[in-house]
């Protein structure tokens, strides 16, 4: 891969092909509508705006068209934005495609399954072990291709299921530490917490919301596909309630979207699996961009914070 948009400095001519994750319509302060446009290749996103925007670039500059643009980049209020000078959209003569552009999980998705299967392998409760089969076998696909977000955290391709084994070997070194922690209960949480954002998300591409995703959320629809899958299993008994109760709590907080707080111990550190994982993703991404003795972004979900990076980190 060439240069791709994170690599450009402030200040900086751009010309580049770059896929629109996402567009959306404004109206300026002089009555005239413009595009806020999502832009990303594989080193990341950034944000552009289009002003002026006609009905004709409304239908061109979709989410999921790719487009050739040359710009500045910019800061703007503590953040990069590209500023357009030149867009058009891209014909079968660019040579470029949807793939070049998709940033995707450091590990493989053979690696991926390689390990998930190790884990459930490992588990030694035979009714735990069953459902979580069941529903990775249901949703193996979906779930090692769709991103854990669309925004904040693993909000790439294969994102979902690379925040999971991520997740999974932080269990297996907090398990090691606190023997009388649940290992086939917390695995099992930890692979399943999620599997609900398969039908709560779109897909990997210019993600967005189902209806399902919008009107239920994946907390319901995992507690629905747990109570199937033991129905279907002939499982009944208390596991099937502890994996229920797992997911719906693993938000931890009710203002965090939890219907219901942590009750059970694995649950608990589930929760702070989770958080953990997510917040080093945010962490990590948006430091990446920065140079030593310099600040990141302001990170919402981190309170808005902006992290320095120390100069003697390489």
């Known amino acids: 891969m060439g240069k791709g948009i994170l690599d450009y400095e402030v200040g900086e001519q751009v010309e580049l092909f770059l896929l629109i994750k996402n567009s959306t319509k404004g109206i300026a302060s002089n009555g005239k509508p413009f595009l806020t446009l999502i832009l990303q290749d594989q080193s990341g996103e950034i944000e552009a705006k289009l002003w002026d925007a006609s009905e004709e670039d409304i239908k061109n500059y979709a989410p999921q068209n790719i487009v050739k643009i040359l710009g500045d980049l910019q800061n ?22 949807l793939d070049d552009f998709l940033e995707t999980a ?11 299967t190790q884990y459930i392998f490992e588990m030694r409760n035979p009714n735990i072990q069953r459902i979580t089969r069941h529903l990775i076998k249901k949703h ?5 291709e769709y991103p854990a977000a669309t925004k904040n955290h693993h ?6 299921a690379y925040h ?3 997740m999974l070997d932080l269990a297996k070194a907090i398990a090691s530490l606190y023997p009388s922690l649940d290992k086939d209960l917390l695995y099992a949480g930890v692979i399943l917490h999620d599997m609900g954002k398969v039908m709560e998300l779109s897909g990997p591409v210019s993600t967005v919301y189902t209806i399902e995703g919008n009107l239920l959320g994946h907390i319901t629809i995992m507690i629905t596909e747990i109570g199937k899958a033991a129905e279907e299993l002939g499982i009944s008994g208390e596991e099937v309630l502890i994996l229920q109760h797992l997911v719906l709590s693993h938000h931890g907080k009710a203002e965090w979207g939890s219907p219901k707080p942590p009750l059970i111990k694995e649950a608990e550190i589930l929760h702070y699996i989770d958080n953990l994982d997510a917040k080093m993703n945010m962490l990590d991404r948006a430091l990446e961009r920065v140079k030593p003795g310099e600040y990141s972004e302001r990170i919402f979900a981190l309170d808005n914070r902006s992290f320095y990076k120390p100069v003697f980190h390489k």
């Open 76 to 97: 703007y209020r503590g953040k990069s934005q590209l500023k357009i000078r030149q867009i058009r959209k891209t014909g079968p003569t660019d040579g470029v495609k």
């Open 164 to 166: 999971v084994v991520s």
């Open 106 to 116: 450091p590990l493989s998705q053979e690696e991926m399954v390689s390990k998930l």
């Open 155 to 160: 909000e790439f391709v294969s994102g979902l």
């Open 140 to 144: 193996q696909k979906a779930f090692l």
